[in-house]
């Protein structure tokens, strides 16, 4: 099969609208949604409880969801992990499969069957991939162990973690907004994005307000002119760069115009090891993240 | 050297204004032969790959390395459709033909971009589209333009007015069969390869009459009991065994042949039930034109667990006296093979390959033991996409290079069994990003096929889903995924010029002239972008 080539690439001018059957489709793709949906209007899933239905779900995920939500849904580059009992869209089965089968407006889920691949899945498969998850769901929600209050003190002070990331609003500009971590991603993930940020660069994580990943790759440039600026990329083609510097300055360049031009996948982000940032204060800083993101 | 250019720019110049002098006459109809010789009238782009041989080359040479700097955009058209938009158009004497999303088809003034008729065809809500509501190019014969529809239609349209002359269903779309290639034309018979590789079908290749729209022959791409290769499917796994057709294939009028490629075994990845070689998927089939009938075949890969589809262009290379086929294949390897018989002379890897480490007797690249995917996920390279997909290559008959869009990126390939249901999805697998600290890349790769060895390549900071165009002008134009068309040298890979199209690429250049005036056109985004020097 040839493979849904949107989802594969990065950088790439990714095309929201490219999820959408266009207009001679659309009347009828309206009714079919509104069909599906008064059918799958029910407030329970019939396969509650079903093993069997579980399993069938599990295929079912990981043609139709894994790509993003990763392997038994404890999320991917795109996704977010699924295992949490918590979900930013809605917790309950009948919200879930709201979520699956119109997708989220203003995000990268799409509506069911509008990936460009397969035809969708059917209200019962959809019951099946929920009886999945709720397999796979952590069975207590993650305690906040710690002291949000204290953790806000470190983001917006000793930490600096407001020099670059913003949240709610407040902050820098230079790393990924973190509003939506803390509900996106499980605990442990947070913390090894904190101890080790090079680890796993922020990669394919599409923003509200980017039709593109962005990856935070470090650049550095020498201009014309001899002056070397480090930052991350913005965007990026074979004959330019879009950087964002440490001090939050927007830089574009022509790469055949520069002296020198360094990429690297090692985050412009410090290790936060615990000589800058005791086990206690991670959790705390933490725990303020999930309690943001429970919002 | 400049001495050169000028020389071959003022010959171009006579043979295209002796052309467009002579193209007046031919105006009326397109002929088989006129395609069987389009390289004596390159002011016109007659097929889907430029020629019968799938070469992608044109003579034009107006445009070359030393002006390429100064392209500037003639005119855009827009489709106002979403999705890709793949199209290769026709240009014949004039006027551009070509396709968008949702069957649309277009004819155009080729000066101006401004359309002359519009065809909308009135698709089902439920037709089964694996990868996008796409469509890849018409074929031109007479007076008519072919379609092939997402809903499984072969159609004839008046070249002059968009008017259906003919419509007929090839199968029923409901299981998962349709149409996304565009047609080829050869004498009088309109040939095509289904799609839906992805929904357990039975393949074929047809051909119908350009005149009626009567099906001439049909080539079932899986063998039924008691013919030939029926033997490589575990039970009745053959009736749901795929192998879809799904590009357009080439032709030698010489020896009457089609070369026509196939696509993955169902379900894709996942070789439980259809235990066997599943022939004739992932092969390159050599039918008899006239008939339909199997002259040869030579299979890529065996018992396909990796949805390594051979449906990318068999181009038909010469050398000296040889006769050749030349694939860059989605499963890593370049194949050369012998054009004749179908042996195999050559297969090497043109980018990253774990799948496989050893050949068989006959040199044929086999799967490892350990490659298969697994219900926890294994990881392979290349990905899902393969090393390159359906994005055209193109073969220089100046440089003798075979210039391809090659994709540097490993995925993690799972089993998910899945019943077969009609009309379902049924790919008994899925595929994940591998967690690489190095991101997916692309090259646009420059192969000499003598000795399978890479000439040059010109990376892509993410890999390109563009075909490749080469001229006389010594230029291969490619695009890429970040919306940037490109000119680059041919001999040396060196990018001499690019254009932001604001979309990215997902289809092949090609060339015309008009007014003793070179255009290179570039579908991208939702727009058709024409270039020219000022």
Redesign the interface.
């Known amino acids: ?5 949107d989802m ?6 990714f ?1 929201p ?2 999820f ?3 207009a ?2 659309l009347p ?2 309206l ?2 949604m509104l069909a599906s949906a008064l059918l799958g209007a029910q407030d329970h899933n019939p396969f509650a409880g079903d093993p069997k239905a579980a399993k069938a779900g ?3 995920f ?2 139709n969801c ?2 993003c939500h ?2 038994g849904a404890r999320g ?2 795109r996704g977010p992990d699924l295992t949490r009992a918590r979900k930013r869209h809605g917790d309950s089965d009948a919200e879930l499969f709201r979520t699956i089968n119109q997708g989220v407006a203003g995000t990268a889920m799409p509506p069911n069957g509008t990936t ?4 969708g899945m059917t209200d019962e498969e959809i019951w099946q991939v929920i009886a999945y998850l709720r397999s796979v769901q952590v069975k207590t929600p993650e305690h906040p162990l710690g002291n949000a209050a204290h953790g806000k003190e470190l983001f917006y002070g000793d930490a600096n973690c407001s020099g670059c990331h913003m949240l709610e609003g407040k902050g820098g500009r230079l790393g990924p907004d973190l509003t939506s971590v803390g509900g996106a991603r499980a605990a442990g993930y947070i913390v090894d994005s904190i101890r080790n940020p090079s680890r ?1 660069l922020a ?2 994580l599409t923003e509200a307000t980017k039709e593109f990943p962005q ?1 935070y790759e470090t650049v550095t440039v020498v201009t014309p002119e001899g002056k070397q600026i480090t930052g991350v990329t913005l965007n ?4 330019t760069v879009q950087v964002m510097d440490a001090n939050q300055q927007i830089h574009t360049f022509a790469k055949d115009k520069l002296r020198s031009f360094k990429k690297t ?1 090692t985050s412009l982000m410090p290790a936060y090891d615990t000589s800058l940032l005791s086990d206690k204060d991670l959790q705390d800083l933490v725990t303020y993240l999930l309690s943001v993101g429970a919002k | 050297m400049r001495a050169t250019r000028v020389t071959r720019l003022n010959y171009a110049l006579c043979v295209l204004l002796v052309l467009s002098g002579l193209a007046i006459d031919a105006r009326a109809q397109v002929t088989a032969a006129r395609i069987a010789n389009s390289s004596k009238e390159p002011q016109n782009w007659l097929t889907y790959s430029g020629d019968y041989a799938g070469r992608r080359f044109s003579t034009l040479d107006q445009i070359n390395a030393a002006n390429v700097h100064s392209l500037v955009v003639k005119w855009v058209y827009q489709t106002g ?4 938009f793949e199209t290769t158009p026709l240009v014949v004497d004039g006027i551009l033909y070509g396709t968008g ?2 069957n649309r088809v277009f004819a155009l003034d080729a000066h101006t971009g401004r359309p002359i008729w519009l065809y ?1 065809r ?2 089902p ?2 037709i ?6 796409v469509n890849r190019g018409v074929a031109i014969l007479g007076d008519k333009v072919f379609l092939g529809t997402l809903d499984a239609h072969v159609m004839a349209l008046d070249a002059k007015t968009g008017n259906v002359i003919w419509d007929v269903a090839a199968v029923d779309y409901k299981n998962g069969y349709s149409f996304t290639l565009a047609p080829l034309a050869v004498k009088n018979l309109i040939i095509l390869g289904v799609s839906g ?2 929904y357990g079908i039975r393949g074929f290749i047809d051909a119908y009459d350009a005149d009626t729209g009567q099906q001439k022959w049909r080539f079932y791409t899986v063998p039924a009991p008691g013919e030939p290769g029926h033997d490589t499917w575990e039970g009745d796994s053959w009736k749901i065994g795929g192998a879809p057709a ?1 590009i357009t294939g080439t032709y030698d009028p010489e020896t009457n042949q089609l070369f026509w490629p196939t ?2 075994p169902s379900p ?1 990845n996942r070789g439980e039930g259809r235990a066997g070689d599943n022939l004739y998927s992932n092969t390159l089939l050599a039918l008899d034109a006239d008939r339909g009938k199997l002259n040869w075949y030579f299979q890529f890969t065996r018992h396909d667990e990796h ?1 390594w ?1 051979a ?1 990318q262009v068999p181009v038909m290379i010469d050398q000296g006296a040889k006769h050749l086929i030349a694939q860059a294949n989605r499963n890593g390897f370049f194949y050369v093979v012998d054009r004749a018989s179908g042996k195999l002379l050559l297969a090497n890897p043109y980018g990253k390959v774990t799948w496989s480490d050893t050949k068989d007797a006959d040199g044929r690249p086999v799967a490892m033991k350990g490659s298969a995917p697994t219900p ?2 294994r990881r392979i390279c290349p ?3 393969g090393t390159t ?2 994005m055209s290559p193109t073969f220089d008959s100046q440089t003798g290079l075979f210039y391809v869009n090659a994709r540097e ?1 490993c995925d ?1 390939f ?1 089993t ?3 019943p077969y249901e009609a ?3 049924y ?1 008994g ?5 591998a ?1 690489d ?4 890349w692309g090259a646009l790769r420059a192969i000499d096929p003598a000795s399978g060895k890479i000439k040059w390549e010109f ?5 390109s ?1 563009s075909g490749v165009l080469s001229t006389a002008g010594g230029l291969v134009f490619t695009g ?5 068309f ?1 000119a680059l040298d041919a001999a040396s890979g060196k ?1 001499l010029w ?1 254009f ?1 199209t ?3 690429v ?1 289809a092949a250049p090609m060339t015309f002239a008009l007014d003793r005036k070179q255009y290179i056109a570039i579908a991208a ?1 939702s727009a058709l972008y024409t270039f020219s020097l000022p």
Not at chain 1, 1 to 5: H, I, L, N, Q, R
Not at chain 2, 429 to 433: G, I
Not at chain 2, 437 to 440: D, K, L, R
């Open positions: 099969m040839p493979v849904k080539p594969l690439l990065r950088r790439t001018l095309w609208t490219a959408l059957i266009s001679p489709g009828a793709l009714m079919l599990e295929f079912e990981r043609i894994a790509f990763g392997l991917g580059g460009g691949q397969g035809v796993r990669q394919g990856e990026e083609d074979s004959f996948r | 459709a979403t999705g890709k999303p949702d909308q009135q698709l809500a439920d089964r589209p694996c990868c996008g509501r590789g992805e799904w696509g993955n894709s949805d589809d449906t926890e996920g990905g899902a996409a997909n359906w990126q993690i799972s998910a069994p899945q009309g379902h999805a790919y697998s899925a595929y994940f990003p967690d600290t190095e991101p997916y990376r892509h900071p993410s890999p889903w890429d995924a970040e919306g940037n490109i990018p690019h932001q604001g979309g990215a997902y985004g």
